[in-house]
Structures are given as structure tokens and as C-alpha cells.
Nanobody, 125 residues
Framework: QVQLVESGGGLVQPGGSLRLSCTAS????????LGWYRQTPGKERELVAA???????NYADSVKGRFTVSKDNAKNMVYLEMNSLKPEDTAVYFC???????????????????YGRGTQVTVSS
């Protein structure tokens, strides 16, 4: 089992920045990928960004050039730096940890995955 706790969400104006953090604990050696999903009411969950030792990083097209995912292995943490935020970035952001089997597409072929409770990000003037 892996436990994940997010922090850093909030309200920001369009064009602003936020940094999300996630602390992982538990059976860390069992996972090979960390990252972030987001979800809005009535829409499917979508991968925002992910990072893996074997495969580098993966970003949704909608956030490329604006968001950066990174991790600190010593602290078991993953971060999402979000810049040039847009109202359409408004969502609940979930930290996730997984054992990915196939690093193609959205890296959705996972043997198992874990999610945090989520943190709300609202982009509005």
C-alpha cells in the first residue's frame, strides 16, 4: 500500500501560478511512477503530468510548456509547478503513484495505482 497526501491548492487569478506538493509513504519501492491527475464534474479524469525513472516525464497536451512535474526521491515527494494558469485548469488535482506496465500514450496500463484525496485548484478572476 502507498499513501498520498496533497497540498498547495487554492484560488488563483488567470495567468497566475501555483505549486502542488504530494508526500508519499508506505511501500514506495513497489511503485515506478508518480504524477497528477485532475477531474472536473461531469468529465473523465485526465492525466496531467507524470514522472518515471525509466521513461522521463509525460504531460497532457493542454499543459505542455506551462506545467512542470518533478520529484524528490530523498523526501518521497512529487511536485506540480503550474504557471500561466487558465480557467480551464480549474479542477480537483489528485496525486497518484503507480506501477506502470507500458510507457506509451497516457501511461494508463498500470498493474496497480493509488490516489490521494485531491486538492482543489480554482482559476478565476
Amino acid at each position: 500500500q502507498v499513501q498520498l497526501v496533497e497540498s498547495g491548492g487554492g484560488l488563483v487569478q488567470p495567468g497566475g501560478s501555483l505549486r502542488l506538493s504530494c508526500t508519499a509513504s508506505g511501500n514506495i519501492p513497489s511503485i515506478n511512477t508518480l504524477g497528477w491527475y485532475r477531474q472536473t464534474p461531469g468529465k473523465e479524469r485526465e492525466l496531467v503530468a507524470a514522472i518515471a525513472v525509466r521513461a522521463g516525464t509525460n504531460y497532457a497536451d493542454s499543459v505542455k510548456g506551462r506545467f512542470t512535474v518533478s520529484k524528490d526521491n530523498a523526501k518521497n515527494m512529487v511536485y506540480l509547478e503550474m504557471n500561466s494558469l487558465k480557467p480551464e485548469d480549474t479542477a480537483v488535482y489528485f496525486c497518484y503513484a503507480a506501477r506502470v506496465l507500458d510507457y506509451t500514450g497516457t501511461w494508463s496500463d498500470m498493474e496497480y495505482d493509488y490516489y490521494g484525496r485531491g486538492t482543489q485548484v480554482t482559476v478565476s478572476s
